[in-house]
């Protein structure tokens, strides 16, 4: 199985960054990153995913570790909305790769 | 595009009765998926299809069938439900199989099984 390692909680006040840590040492080089959040009473929904290089998009950027065995998301300004489980995954990019979840991050925004 | 969609929202069954639970989309995508969550827990993935008459299953599958007749429906089936099947149900879908590719997911289905 393709497991991570997240905290079980994180806590952040609104507008301030954060920085949400995933550890995924046993990754290998056609494993793609992927990050997910889960709103309360909602599915999941797609924040951003990488291979190598950091990634920014309008929701986030994803800071890939030199040796891929690390990442950090990062929201740059947090919003009471932003309060939701967040998912770090990884997987083979190639055809079978299916996303495995963990238990992820609960991460709650203090206004 | 409506994305994923998935109806009912809502379903209480009887225990040992059967359902099927439907999932559409409407952006062409070759894969799609089906999870489960438990109260407090991750999601776990039931089946998937890589493509229009082509399944295969997860990491939890039994007490469900599916199939993929056409590109855009991938039902699932429950045969004979168990309350051990209280759950959550997602629908997932991505243009092609792999990590590579963003998924779409639908907005749940929460299934009682009394």
């Known amino acids: 199985d393709a497991k991570t390692t997240q905290p079980n909680s994180m806590e952040s006040n609104e507008e301030e960054p954060v920085h949400l840590p995933c550890n995924h040492s046993t990754i290998s080089g056609t494993d793609y990153i992927h990050w997910y959040r889960q709103l309360p009473s909602q599915g999941p929904e797609y924040v951003i995913h990488g291979l190598t290089s950091n990634v920014n998009n309008r929701m986030a950027s994803l800071a890939i570790a030199e040796d891929r065995k690390s990442s950090t998301l990062i929201l740059h300004r947090a919003t009471l909305r932003d309060a939701a489980v967040y998912y770090c995954?990884?997987?083979?990019?190639?055809?079978?790769?299916?996303?495995?979840f963990g238990k992820g991050t609960k991460l709650s925004v203090k206004p | 595009n409506a994305g994923v969609t998935q109806t009912p929202k809502f379903q209480v069954l009887k225990t040992g009765q059967s359902m099927t639970l439907q999932c559409a989309q409407d952006?062409?995508?070759?894969?799609m998926s089906w999870y489960r969550q438990d109260p407090g827990m991750g999601l776990r993935l039931i089946h998937y299809?890589?493509?229009?008459?082509?399944?295969d299953q997860g990491e939890v599958p039994n007490g469900y069938n599916v199939s993929r007749s056409t590109t855009e429906d991938f039902p699932l089936r429950l045969l004979s439900a168990a309350p051990s099947q209280t759950s959550v149900y997602f629908c997932a879908s991505s243009l092609y199989s792999g990590l590579s590719y963003e998924q779409y997911f639908g907005p749940g289905t929460r299934l009682t099984v009394t």
């Open positions: 299809s890589v493509g229009a008459g082509i399944t």
């Open positions: 952006m062409n995508h070759e894969y």
């Open positions: 995954i990884f997987g083979y990019g190639g055809s079978q790769g299916n996303l495995i």
